[in-house]
């Protein structure tokens, strides 16, 4: 991208799909309108690396947020500069349908602006094979049954993509899907979203009620936030509902061990059960300018010794991956379905080694080893393997 808007696009209208064009066609994930004393800077997040894109008057960009404020359906006037408010609209940009969520907060410069760009419809498609098949088979585990599902990791673990991909796949002619966030991060079609707060019920319990009222099937909650919350969700699900709803956690074992250490009956959680997800977004390397590397001391320690003579990558960064060394992201899950062991552990109480142990026995690897696997492949680099693990 240029320094500055290309001429003949000063209009806000203009610089907004200009902006929003090109991020789109670049695969970026955020856009950062940032005043300064001077102007504004607009940089985009792509492969989880932030730069430096464009440059604007505050004057344009005044008017640019006054846009983004109408089509994210949000309060323009003195008091809404004071607080930070949260919207959302869609574009089209090459067939391509794309959510975007609009986060406005006031700076001693004025308002800052983030988007974050979500392309729910081919999600699927970029998030690698392993990702796409995990998806799949806790999609089939999920039409076969009800009961809860939840989906868990760290920030930024893609989860609400994962639960939005998974509500995708029902059929809404058939089933009545109603989902409660706050907030509303995209808009799906045929599905009633519930907004917690800013105009809409008072809280997720609230909302999950609501929910039940309006005799919905599926159910999203984006997080369980209290412990009569998450009795309520397994309730729901003892009652022949699905429910997806999320948390953070390390891995799917402290998953568990999380929530039965919650006040909410145990007999309730294993019996109302679906299965636990947990996951992460790990980087991939890009083909065309990645470096070998030499395996180190400490990462042959974590290996096999046949393993050692594997060639392993570095990033580097070139024109074809917007000299970030990374081109797209591919998704690893742990998932534990539901099972009669699992449930009476879960009765149990047990610990964290005792679920780690059994998910190791039913065949399922850890997030760690599917990392290493895409490493050993060349898929992903040393650094980016290092710093999730």
Do not use: W
């Amino acid at each position: 991208l240029e320094r500055g808007i290309p001429k003949g696009m000063e209009g806000p209208e203009k610089v907004i799909n200009y902006i929003l064009g090109q991020a789109i066609i670049n695969r970026v994930t955020r856009i950062h309108f940032e005043p300064s004393e001077k102007g504004v800077i607009i940089r985009f997040r792509s492969n989880d690396v932030l730069s430096r894109k464009i440059e604007v008057p505050m004057k344009v960009h005044h008017e640019v947020i006054s846009r983004l404020k109408k089509l994210s359906q949000v309060a323009d006037n003195e008091a809404s500069r004071e607080i930070v408010q949260v919207g959302h609209f869609r574009v089209t940009v090459s067939n391509r349908q794309v959510n975007v969520q609009s986060i406005f907060y006031p700076t001693i410069n004025g308002e800052m602006v983030i988007l974050k760009l979500s392309d729910f419809g081919s999600i699927t498609d970029q998030l690698g094979r392993s990702g796409k098949s995990e998806l799949e088979t806790i999609g089939r585990t999920l039409h076969t049954t009800h009961g809860v599902l939840y989906v868990t990791g760290p920030r930024e673990s893609g989860r609400t993509t994962t639960q939005y991909c998974l509500l995708s796949s029902y059929n809404a002619d058939e089933r009545k899907i109603v989902t409660v966030e706050e907030p509303v991060v995209a808009t799906l079609p045929r599905t009633t979203q519930i907004q917690v707060g800013a105009g809409g019920v008072a809280d997720h319990l609230s909302g999950l009620k609501l929910a039940l009222l309006l005799d919905a099937d599926v159910i999203y909650v984006d997080h369980v936030e209290k412990v009569e919350l998450a009795e309520e969700i397994g309730f729901a699900g003892l009652g022949g509902k699905t429910l997806l709803t999320s948390y953070l956690a390390h891995d799917a074992a402290s998953a568990i061990v999380k929530l039965i250490q919650t006040d909410v009956d145990p007999v309730v959680i294993a019996s109302s059960l679906c299965g636990f997800v947990c996951q992460r977004l790990i980087r991939k390397i890009c083909p065309n300018c990645r470096e070998q590397v030499a395996m180190p001391a400490e990462l042959k320690e974590r290996t096999e010794i046949a393993d050692h003579e594997k060639t392993i990558y570095q990033a580097k960064g070139c024109e074809g991956c917007n000299n970030t060394g990374y081109s797209g992201r591919s998704l690893i899950i742990e998932f534990i379905p539901d099972s009669p062991t699992l449930r009476q552990m879960i009765i149990n109480k047990q610990n964290y080694q005792d679920f780690n142990n059994y998910a190791r026995k039913q065949g399922i690897k850890n997030l760690e080893e599917q990392a290493l696997a895409l490493l050993l492949a060349g898929e992903t680099s040393l650094e980016e393997f290092m710093r999730l693990f």
